[in-house]
């Protein structure tokens, strides 16, 4: 941690300006030092300003920075197509590419109703997700969000049939549904009409880090399989590392047929967003996929898969999809700890190596995250507010995956300094 002098000003105005960032810490325009508790937005994840990927960077502003993907190749995407099909679930067979994590959820909505039209099933329209879910802020991404607090009545024009998206919702009290709540959705729907089934093996910003129990991931994968249905993951989030391995999924035993990712693989350097796609769906369409999915003007251009080929690389010398298991081990003990000790505030602790979020008690505020956030500002730690609704109101915490012991003992310390804030908030307010 490089020091600041003592008479740095407050971190409480109401958004300070980034200067500068090193490792895990973001440093503002007056001197005062964050931890970046969130991976800005889970998607710093190597840290901020590593050399090796600022290196990639620049020799690639050097070299060739873009070419459209219809008139070249370039070697960044190359090789890291390469690279990703490596790591990829079992029989992925193509990569998408293209800027966000909604772009990349746009594209693997597009395959799978091509993946139904190809195999003469068009009149397969409906798509089956789960409330509490997130999938992006594109229309079809949108469409089939499972959190109303995304959605306003102004959109719905652009969202298309609302009978052509099912939203599945856990029972009272849970955060995620079982394959009883699916197998009810599906049958309701009418199995034959059901194109595609869409989940978020570890969730994010809805749901706060609860991961779908592993008896449902493997029912889902058999019921998907066994009716023609496409099963998508959306591992924007949860992917490349996050859980301490490359995806969520590789933790139920799972491959999806097609599985979304973005975020995590250039570290927040620069934007990109994957789709990987089954060996399934690319030959049930038996021709280039270009004309179907989502093309635009920077996918794959040469600037950012430089920039996620170094990340991957920083990933697998540094060994952090171990480390990210060991200190997700040593995150869960400390946020475990704190229930503990705020147990009128706080309820309990989820997640998946260091993809994790404290739950609030279910009779807080519904504002209290937010304000969790603001008093963790003003003791220089960032954290992400998530939940939908009392059940899974929570605050993300997840540091870069090359996050040391001492640093997850620090962004321990200043969220008890927070919860010591809060708490003293509520019992005023009680």
């Known amino acids: 941690m490089i020091p600041f002098p003592a008479t740095a000003p407050s971190r409480t105005a109401a958004l300070p300006v980034a200067a500068w960032a090193l490792g895990p810490y973001i440093y503002d325009a007056d001197g005062n030092d964050y931890l970046d508790g969130s991976s800005g937005v889970l998607n710093v994840n190597v840290g901020h300003s590593h050399p090796k990927v600022l290196q990639a960077i620049e020799t690639q502003l050097g070299q060739l920075t873009f070419v459209h993907r219809t008139q070249f190749h370039n070697e960044p995407a190359l090789r890291l197509t390469g690279r990703l099909l490596s790591i990829a679930p079992a029989k992925t067979a193509a990569v998408e590419y293209s800027n966000s ?34 999938h992006g802020m594109t229309a079809a991404a949108l469409s089939i969000t499972g959190s109303p607090n995304k959605r306003d009545p102004s959109v719905e024009p652009l969202l298309g049939p609302s009978a052509n998206r099912v939203l599945v919702r856990p029972k009272p009290g849970r955060r995620r549904a079982t394959h009883e709540e ?86 927040g350097y620069t934007s990109l967003a994957v789709t990987l796609i089954s060996e399934t769906i690319t030959a049930a369409i038996a021709e280039p996929l270009g004309p179907i999915a989502l093309g635009h003007t920077m996918s794959a251009n040469p600037l950012a898969c430089a920039a996620a080929n170094a990340v991957l690389s920083v990933i697998e010398d540094e060994g952090l999809l171990s480390n990210a298991a060991v200190t997700g081990g040593l995150l869960a003990e400390a946020l475990t700890a704190l229930c503990g000790r705020y147990p009128a505030l706080l309820s309990d602790q989820s997640g998946i190596g260091l993809m994790r979020a ?73």
Request: some cysteine.
């Open 358 to 430: 404290l739950h609030l008690q279910p009779d807080q505020p519904a504002d209290t995250n937010k304000r969790i956030i603001a008093a963790a500002k003003a003791n220089g730690l960032v954290l992400c507010t998530a939940g939908i609704g009392k059940t899974t109101n929570s605050v993300l915490v997840a540091p870069p995956l090359n996050s040391t012991p001492e640093v997850i003992a620090e962004l321990a310390d200043r969220l008890d300094k927070t919860l010591t804030t809060i708490s003293g908030i509520g019992a005023e307010n009680a």
């Open 101 to 134: 994590g909604s772009e990349a959820n746009e594209c693997a909505l597009r395959l799978a109703f091509a993946y139904q039209h190809r195999r003469g099933k068009p009149q397969r329209t409906v798509i089956l997700s789960e409330e509490p879910s997130y």
């Open 182 to 267: 699916w197998a009810q959705a599906l049958l309701a729907a009418g199995t034959s009409k059901v194109a595609a089934i869409v989940i978020e093996p570890l969730g994010g910003a809805s749901s706060g880090a609860s991961p779908i129990d592993i008896d449902t991931m493997q029912w889902l994968r058999r019921e998907t399989r066994d009716n023609g249905i496409v099963l998508i993951a959306d591992e924007v989030m949860s992917g490349f590392g996050r859980t301490g391995k490359w995806w969520a999924c590789d933790h139920s035993g799972i491959a999806p047929d097609i599985l979304t990712s973005g975020k995590g693989v250039t570290g």
